[in-house]
Structures are given as structure tokens and as C-alpha cells.
């Protein structure tokens, strides 16, 4: 059990494990992404010998834990400032016109959207996180081409859509310091 992983009097620190772990059994028996009823937090906050409130206020600060029945697919849009410049409203755009409404599940129990704060991958923005996937470097096509393969049952690469890179690297590779990336170069000769 996630409890015995704590030191004696530290177990209240397996409050995030255990919820994301209810929320993902909710999913399972849903055929969702899951979410976190008031009893099962209540549950949760019991087990670790905590008041309820303390554990509320976890699942209400993080973005990954869903209060409300969310779709099968949830769909995280980051609205922050990197994203925004860098097209956040076409991924937006692309989400509306498949049906998608702002904090809501379509109507087939398809899809949620949700605009969230960053994600942190800001140097491939703008990026939408899809369950437990991150796609990045997206425009409007690329959305849709993801949410049209998710709708099909297909699982869609994850990561940058952007042929040929790497991670965050430049398209292209690396653009300095390049001998030190070919040689892995050990400039303070500690390997």
C-alpha cells in the first residue's frame, strides 16, 4: 500500500498518490478519466488520518485531479502566455469546432475541455494534454488530426508534432555548442 512508503507519523504525504490513484479506479469503472466524489476524498483523507479539508484542498489546487465526471478524453488546453503567442487560440479554435465547450463533456461523454495554467513546456508551445499525454507544437490541423485519431480509437504520437525534432531542441538539431553535444563533451571533468 502507498501508506507504508512514509516514514511513522508522515503518512498525510500520501494524500496526492492516493487521490490520483482513486480518481484513475473511478476512470477504470467509468470508462473515463476519472474523478474524485466528495465520500472518496472523504475516504481518502480518513485512511491517512487527516481532516477532510486538507485533502479537499489538495484535489481543488491541482489541475490533475477532476472534481466533476469528466470524458473519456480530457482535454487540457494551456492558455498561459507562451501558449498564447504561440497559437493556443487555434488549438482552442480546433477543440469548439469538434463540439468541445469550455468546462464541459460533449454529449457523447467523448471529450472535456478544460483550459488550464502552464504545463511547463512552454518551449514547444502551444501544447494540450490529453489524459496522461502531452502533444506538443500544435496549430489547428494538428489538433485535429489528434482529436479525429483519439475519436477513432487510434493512439496518436505524443510529443512534438514537428517532424524531425527532438524533445525541445531547434527544428534541426542543436544549434550551439555542437561538439559538445557530438562528443558529450565533459567540460568540467567530472564524468
Known amino acids: 500500500m502507498y501508506i ?13 498518490p492516493l487521490l490520483d490513484l482513486a480518481q484513475r479506479q473511478i476512470g477504470a469503472q467509468t470508462q473515463t478519466q476519472g474523478w474524485l466524489p466528495v465520500p472518496v476524498i472523504e475516504y481518502v483523507a480518513a485512511q491517512l ?3 477532510y479539508i486538507r485533502a479537499y484542498e489538495v484535489a481543488t489546487f491541482y489541475t490533475m485531479y477532476n ?12 492558455g ?20 468541445m465547450v469550455k468546462g464541459k463533456t460533449t454529449p457523447d461523454g467523448m471529450f472535456t475541455l478544460t483550459e488550464v495554467e502552464c ?17 506538443e ?16 480509437g487510434e493512439s496518436p504520437k505524443t510529443g512534438t508534432q514537428i517532424e524531425g525534432r527532438h524533445t525541445s531542441e531547434p527544428v534541426g ?12 563533451h565533459d567540460y568540467r571533468g567530472e564524468w
Open 80 to 99: 498561459t502566455t507562451p501558449c498564447m503567442l504561440r497559437g493556443s487560440d487555434d488549438v482552442m479554435a480546433a477543440c469548439k469546432n469538434k463540439g
Open 119 to 135: 504545463m511547463g513546456n512552454c518551449a514547444t508551445a502551444p501544447m494540450v494534454q490529453i489524459n496522461d499525454d502531452n502533444y
Open 49 to 51: 488520518d487527516m481532516p
Open 4 to 16: 507504508a512508503r512514509y516514514p511513522e507519523g508522515r503518512q498525510r504525504s500520501a494524500v496526492m
Open 173 to 184: 538539431g542543436p544549434t550551439t555548442l555542437k561538439a559538445m553535444v557530438d562528443e558529450n
Open 67 to 78: 472534481l466533476e465526471p469528466v470524458g473519456r478524453f480530457h482535454v487540457q488546453v494551456c
Open 137 to 152: 507544437d500544435l496549430d489547428y490541423d494538428k489538433t485535429v488530426q489528434i482529436l479525429d485519431a483519439l475519436a477513432n
